[in-house]
């Protein structure tokens, strides 16, 4: 059982601090500095896996850090909730140092120290995160992932670069500022705290509070954390993929966008909980508000030639199912929704590994220049077709548990628009990721290639892809190990 001051939630969130200072001091020792990442990242999973036997009896491990004021406090748990988050992100991080490594190696790039330094301390934010136990705590790691990020989104140091990592900024720090803080500061003025409820039913905010107050708090919390990437406030995700792809998969898998669905979601259900939601009639409006970021931005990406920008209005679409499932506010909703942060998460960082090491292998971003390159590289699209069928929502793979309890959700709710919403969204999901793997495995090469053979990228890069590609079906068939936190997570 934990104790009720757990260090384990500190060597967790210090590891990958701890990291990021061990990879500077490497500095160009390649092999040393990437000794160092593997090292911290094995140490964050280890240190989170201990927690999930206690987590899974019903304790819930504790350490507040600082006190500040009454109801204030910098302080962490691992509840249900966190457990979901934690353990996939800690495990990808171990996975991406692997890929990492190939991929930067293998394209050469220029500023590896402080790329692999950047990504410790944004995993350090995400952590963070994911053991917040209040919304200050919270609040804070939301930032340092904000801005331990742009260094990597600006990596190349040009003009595009620059001008992506300026967006990157404004959308999320603006967000977080002007949404988030005041309406923080009015939550723990209207309750005295700022402590994430011990369940899901009530909330923390005083049941006399007047509706008008509640309702725009909610609207601030939904807005504010920008990085979830709902409509109109997505725009920084796409142009966030100027950036070398490992930091793609890092944005649309481990840790920023889910550290964005995941403070959404912390907040709905901790901060103003069902039972008010379902009171002031906040749960459907909300899934059918998020229903326009699926289905739109599943559209966009049909348009997209260009594989990672395809990938990211796919990332859109899919963050918006985690808040959708659980703003129906029904069981299988809830557990849907909250599966779906590592469900997603395996399957969308296959899918990045795979762009990447097709860009490594061959230099092409175009789709419409990867036909035939199945044959060459089978292992790749392989992978990338088993992850494909996840995010269409096709057993046996993980996407298919997320969107059956999601539609199971959605009829007890008794809305038969979001199960028209989902099924749409299934069907664009299918057009825009069919013909990927259908061109590559059988379509003909195109005549620029001039007979030129390719083949798989570097091991390195090829090894964490399959891995990730059969967790994800894994995770489909079995889909107990997630489904049991989500499941604790519900009243």
């Known amino acids: 059982m934990g104790t009720p001051e757990d260090i384990r939630l500190l060597i967790a969130v210090l590891a990958p601090l701890v990291g990021a200072g061990l990879v500077m001091a490497a500095g160009k020792r390649h092999n040393l500095r990437e000794a160092c990442s593997f090292v911290a990242a094995l140490v964050l999973f280890l240190a989170t896996a201990s927690l999930v036997p206690d987590v899974r009896s019903g304790a819930i491990p504790r350490l507040t850090l600082f006190h500040l004021l009454p109801g204030l406090n910098i302080a962490l748990r691992a509840d249900p909730l966190a457990m979901i988050f934690a353990v ?30 950047c990504f410790a301390l944004t995993l350090f934010g995400a952590v963070g995160c994911a053991f917040a136990a209040n919304l200050l705590t919270l609040y804070l790691f939301y930032e340092v992932v904000s801005i331990c990020t742009y260094p990597l989104v600006a990596h190349h140091q040009d003009e595009e670069g620059y001008s992506s990592g300026r967006k990157y900024l404004v959308y999320l720090t603006g967000t977080a500022k002007g949404l988030i803080l005041p309406a923080m500061v009015l939550v723990y003025v209207l309750s005295g705290t700022l402590d994430f409820a011990p369940g899901i039913r009530t909330g923390i ?37 100027v950036a070398p792809t490992p930091v793609s998969a890092l944005l649309h898998a481990v840790a ?14 901790y ?50 199912y985690i808040i959708l499932g659980v703003a129906l506010l029904t069981p299988a909703g809830i557990e849907g929704g909250l599966v779906h942060i590592a469900n997603h998460a395996f399957s969308k960082i296959t899918l990045f590994f795979c762009a990447g090491a097709i860009y490594v292998a061959t230099h092409k971003k175009k789709i419409s220049e990867m036909s035939g390159l199945g044959r060459s590289m089978p292992f790749t699209f392989g992978a990338f077709a088993v992850a494909s069928l996840s995010m269409i929502g096709a057993p046996p793979v993980a996407g298919f548990v997320s969107k059956w309890y999601l539609l199971n959700g959605a009829w007890d709710a008794g ?52 891995i990730t590609a059969v967790i994800s079906v894994a995770i489909g068939i079995y889909p107990d190990f997630f489904m049991r936190f989500a499941q604790a997570v519900l009243p």
């Open 88 to 117: 996939s992100a800690s495990f990808l991080w171990v996975v991406t140092v692997f890929y990492s490594a190939g991929y930067m190696r293998g394209l050469n790039e220029h500023a590896q120290t402080r790329f692999n330094t």
């Open 205 to 241: 905010l005083p049941p006399d509070v007047h509706r008008g107050i509640v309702t725009a708090l909610y609207a601030c919390c939904i807005l504010g954390f920008a990085k979830n990437a709902v409509m109109p406030l997505h725009n920084w995700l796409p142009s966030a993929m």
């Open 256 to 269: 920023v966008v889910k550290v964005g669905v995941f403070s959404t979601v912390r907040v709905m259900l």
């Open 271 to 320: 901060v103003f909980g069902v039972d008010r939601m379902a009171a002031l009639n906040l749960g459907l409006p909300t899934a059918y508000f998020v229903s326009f970021t699926i289905v739109v931005a599943s559209i966009i990406a049909l348009s997209k030639d260009d594989l990672k920008a395809r990938l990211a209005y796919s990332t859109v679409s899919q963050l918006s």
């Open 415 to 466: 809305s038969v628009g979001i199960i028209v919403v989902l099924l749409t969204s299934t069907l664009l999901n299918t057009a825009y990721f069919a013909p990927i793997v259908y061109h590559g495995f059988f379509g003909k090469a195109p005549a620029a290639d001039d007979g030129h053979a390719y083949s798989e990228a570097h091991p390195s890069m090829v090894v964490p892809l399959v």
